[in-house]
């Protein structure tokens, strides 16, 4: 690589890099909004078990969907373009939630914004890897898993901020929408909150350029050729674009049946398997469960913020040193190092509940020591690897294909994991987690350690495997 090709980012490559994040706060926000609704919905709309289970569940179907289709949709109409689409389905999912008069209505406007989930989580990390040089490109990704944490965090936050000045009295007269939204029916309130940052990213989206490689993909190399020097600078924007232009050359045409060829079907089926993986191992059962299984042991975390923030706030934490170190340690070094940091501590966690010492200081360090062991290495590193092992032609249905695998991952936990807790104990439960790491390893003796490399120098390796 020449020592062109070694500049830093550009201010100009920051800027779009975080526009896109915001995608991945959205997720975060989302994600995390509905936790402080559930009990005033339930109420509000007279729910059974049945029904609350699925106004939960509902963006997870909208999300599986937009996962489904994004792929084919930004290699068809372009990254921008479908990024575009998902932050008019975010704002049309929180006006409308924040509107519903009916649960009919929520859970439909719930699958809207479920579907702007799929798209973004796809297509943020994705734009952002086809945009960053090859030396950073790791720290650039890495943002959009900051962006996540952070986005579960400030609603957390938002919630507890409106749940707070609902109680505390009020200006608005009783009777009109502002009380009823603000102070009678905060949940409303609290779904409304999104329109401000979706709208944001709506907008913003519109000032990014397209992906270069999506525009060299279909031949319009000028165009292509215009934001890599934008971004990089003439002459490292030039060397980019030749790259981009033989690599191209090599290939047939994108198509599903692309992914099964050999070398690029290894990178599919390991791209799968991590994707799976990342839910089996038990981020989501400690993000979603967490609070109630320290409360169960004895923790009292019944604050207004309570231990969802904790956890928010040191994944958020923890995140930021993978994003200072994913480029001089590697993808491969860090996610061993997290997997085996998980694994060590669910297997605590786990001793701690089978010999009843599940209460108290050493269950909360060590399920803490399990967040900022993902965080520094599974949460960050997925996104990276999903967004830069794949072909240029078909890496938006490559990489739509995983993450639908691990959409379907997280659906899987969300429904067993009270089942686990239950039929297995907490302390079998948490035994199995560490086994689902177990595998990661051996996955990873099959990737290529991408630090460094460009996406084309990337696709060169599975060609010759």
């Known amino acids: 690589m020449s020592k062109k090709s070694q500049k830093n980012y550009t201010p100009y490559l920051l800027f779009i890099a975080l526009i896109a994040a915001l995608g991945g706060f959205l997720f975060g926000y989302d994600t995390a909004v509905i936790s402080g609704t559930i009990g005033f919905v339930k109420t509000k709309f007279a729910l059974s078990t049945a029904m609350e289970g699925w106004f939960v569940s509902s963006a997870l179907v909208g999300c599986i969907t937009g996962v489904a289709v ?16 998902s932050g008019l389905l975010f704002s049309v999912s929180a006006l409308g939630c924040a509107l519903s008069g009916s649960h009919t209505e929520l859970i439909i406007y719930r699958l809207v914004g479920g579907i702007g989930v799929g798209v973004a989580s796809m297509l943020s990390p994705l734009y952002i890897s086809e945009v960053s040089p090859a030396r950073i490109r790791g720290r650039m990704v890495a943002l959009y898993q900051f962006a996540i944490t952070m986005g579960i965090l400030i609603a957390y936050f938002v919630n507890a901020y409106l749940l707070n000045a609902s109680t505390s009295g009020s200006s608005f007269a009783p ?59 003439k002459a490292v924007g030039g060397e980019e674009m030749a790259s981009i232009r033989d690599s191209l050359n090599q290939d047939e045409k994108g198509s599903w049946s692309m992914l099964f060829q050999p070398g690029i079907r290894i990178a599919v089926l390991a791209g799968i398997l991590l994707a ?17 299984i320290m409360e169960q042991a004895g923790i009292k975390l019944s604050d207004a913020l309570g231990g969802q923030v904790i956890i928010g706030f040191v994944n958020m934490s923890a995140t930021l040193f993978a994003i200072w170190k994913v480029d ?25 509940f089978l010999m009843q010492m599940g209460n108290g200081t050493l269950l909360l360090i060590f399920i803490l020591t399990f967040i900022i062991s993902f965080a520094i290495g599974y949460g960050p590193i997925i996104w990276i690897l999903l967004s830069e092992i ?28 009270p089942w686990m807790l239950e039929t297995l104990t907490p302390a079998g439960t948490f035994f199995m987690f560490a086994l689902f790491c177990l595998p990661v390893p ?24």
């Open 175 to 233: 009777g009109t929408m502002l009380h009823t939204v603000f102070v009678s029916e905060v949940w409303r309130a609290m779904f409304g909150s999104e329109i401000i940052p979706a709208i944001l990213f709506f907008l913003a989206m519109l000032f990014v350029p397209e992906s270069p490689r999506w525009f060299a993909v279909k031949g319009k190399n000028k165009k292509a050729g215009a934001i890599l020097e934008r971004i990089h600078g």
């Open 390 to 417: 794949y072909p240029t032609k078909v890496r938006g249905r490559a990489m739509s294909l995983a993450t639908l695998f691990l959409w379907v991952g997280t659906a899987i936990i969300g429904q067993v994991v």
């Open 70 to 85: 994004a792929g084919e949709l930004s290699d068809r109409f372009g990254r921008k373009l479908s990024l575009i689409a």
């Open 276 to 292: 799976v993986l990342c839910q089996f191992t038990g981020i989501n059962a400690i993000i979603y469960y967490g609070p109630r």
């Open 328 to 352: 001089q340690y590697g993808r491969k070094k860090l996610m061993l190092g997290g997997v085996t940091g998980m694994a060590i501590s669910l297997v605590i966690v786990g001793l701690l």
């Open 442 to 465: 051996f996955i990873l003796r099959k990737l290529p350690e991408t630090k460094g490399m460009t996406l084309e120098e990337i696709k060169r390796v599975w060609l010759v495997r």
